[in-house]
């Protein structure tokens, strides 16, 4: 059997109240679990969040499995306990080696134990949730859209926001740049209907692959089995000819007709602001659900830091790879959640010859458009601690040294400051910025005072402190 859903929400629950909560009083699909979540996050706490009871349907809720840094290291089979910096050396390590997937036989797979037909068909049964006041209505945030270019034959999986329009229809938002939204548009040009598979709640580790970037020939499914480290187990589908995920909780089958589309927005996105509506979007026809006798739905809080940690990993992957290729001395990359997982990057090198922190500064900023602020911090700097990060910024910083920025860079659409060719006029472009916060590698420079390191490493606070 493949990891699912269900181990790793088992191997939370083991790990105690800071990994796994259960709320078993019911809650309003509107609003309530996300204020929940936020209330949470408001105490810094981030664990897995189990709804047992949501009003107007017959099935539990998760939510926040991508809650904390952590979290994507115990979904990649990391300790906790280890240093964080391992998490994504295994990610790098995974996503370079895709596995293939692994058909099963149908009594094999979890996700055929209910098929509901097409006249049965009624997405309001699932406890979807509408996140924000301002939402246009409830929207499907996690669940992970898998189609077939036309003229190769390779499924492309990705998560993108799916919003409800009736009890058999959901919109699909994919931005152009999306590879989905490039198969979307050859469907268009052969003015055919497009099949898809929206899957819900899977191993996080399967989730992430089909977040990670891959070049547009790649199979997503190859690299949820990466991840997960083993190959991902598929099964037919039954109206489209699409493989679905065996060990899915709910599998929702359907064709989008490019010639029948529909709007959505505004939508709470990841800056913690709403995004605009958007006209036109595609629109899934559902033509079958299937799901697990039990199945648990799995939403995410698409304006809560969860939906931004959910790609990090992707993220700091190719801001690595990047910063590499110029700086060979770089040891470490981290996109805070304080800088939305998104805008700011941290970077740590082990600095040999004078402007190379502003070299990495530079490429990590071409490293992903978004990116707009590139910290760069000498070695011994926790680039996982962002009081570590101000430290050396406060103390190895002189602005008219060490602060570069670039305006009129290509930056992110959605960032509420961004700007077009008028600045005044709103547009995809940034100012971006680059702190080179290292020591000179050539001058003297203050010795930072560290613990010593043979009584660091002996005392426990646990055999010192009472209680």
């Known amino acids: 059997m493949n990891k699912d859903l269900r181990t790793f929400l088992a191997e939370a629950r083991q790990m105690g109240p800071e990994y796994f909560q259960s709320v078993s009083r019911p809650v309003d699909p509107v609003y309530e679990p996300c204020v929940i979540q936020q209330k949470l996050a408001a105490r810094d706490d981030y664990p897995v969040i189990r709804f047992e009871k949501v009003d107007g349907s017959e099935l539990p809720l998760v939510t926040n499995l991508f809650g904390k840094y952590e979290l994507l290291g115990l979904a990649l089979g990391v300790d906790p306990d280890r240093p964080k910096s391992e998490i994504l050396d295994r990610f790098r390590e995974r996503v370079a080696k895709p596995v293939p997937t692994k058909e099963v036989p149908r009594d094999e797979a979890p996700v055929k134990q209910v098929v509901i037909g097409k006249d049965e068909i009624d997405l309001g049964k699932f406890p979807i949730v509408k996140h924000a006041v301002k939402n246009s209505g409830k929207y499907i ?30 919109a699909c938002m994919f931005n152009p740049a999306h590879h989905a939204g490039y198969i979307y548009r050859k469907y268009r040009e052969m003015n ?11 191993h996080p580790a399967a989730i992430l692959g089909t977040l990670s970037k891959q070049p547009f020939d790649s199979d997503e499914y190859e690299m949820m089995g990466a991840l997960m480290g083993e190959p991902l187990e598929v099964v037919p589908g039954e109206t489209v ?22 709007s959505d927005g505004p939508f709470s996105e990841y800056t913690g602001f709403y995004g605009p509506a958007k006209d036109p979007v595609g629109l899934m026809q559902v033509t079958g659900i299937t799901m697990r006798r039990d199945a648990v739905y799995h939403d995410l809080d698409p304006s809560h830091r969860e939906h931004n940690l959910a790609g990090a990993l992707t993220f700091e992957t190719a801001l690595y790879n990047s910063v590499a290729k110029l700086v060979p001395s770089v040891t470490g990359v981290h996109l805070p959640p304080s800088g939305n997982c998104t805008f700011t990057a941290y970077i740590k090198i082990k600095k040999r010859v004078p402007g190379e922190g502003k070299s990495a500064g530079m490429a990590a900023l071409a490293g992903d458009p978004n990116v707009k ?25 002189q602005a008219d040294r060490d602060v570069t920025t670039i305006p009129f860079a290509m930056g992110a659409h ?13 547009g995809p472009m940034q100012t971006k910025m680059i702190v080179d916060a290292t020591r000179p590698a050539t001058l003297p420079f203050a010795d930072r005072i560290v613990p010593p390191k043979e009584a660091w490493e002996r005392i426990r606070l646990e055999d010192y402190l009472d209680g």
């Open 141 to 170: 945030a996690i669940g992970c859209l898998v189609v077939k270019d036309p003229e190769t034959g390779v499924l492309n999986a990705g998560v993108y926001r799916h919003e409800i329009k009736g009890r058999a229809e959901l």
């Open 192 to 202: 055919k209907p497009m099949d898809a598979v929206l899957f819900i709640g899977h």
């Open 241 to 262: 000819d699409i493989p679905v995920p065996a060990w899915a909780e709910i599998a929702i089958e359907g064709f989008l007709d490019p010639a029948k589309e529909t």
């Open 373 to 397: 602020i590139a910290i760069v911090v000498d070695d011994e700097i926790d680039i996982y601690n962002d009081s570590d990060v101000l430290w050396a910024i406060s103390t190895h910083v």
């Open 414 to 426: 959605l960032d509420p400051s961004a700007y077009g060719e008028v600045r005044t006029d709103k």
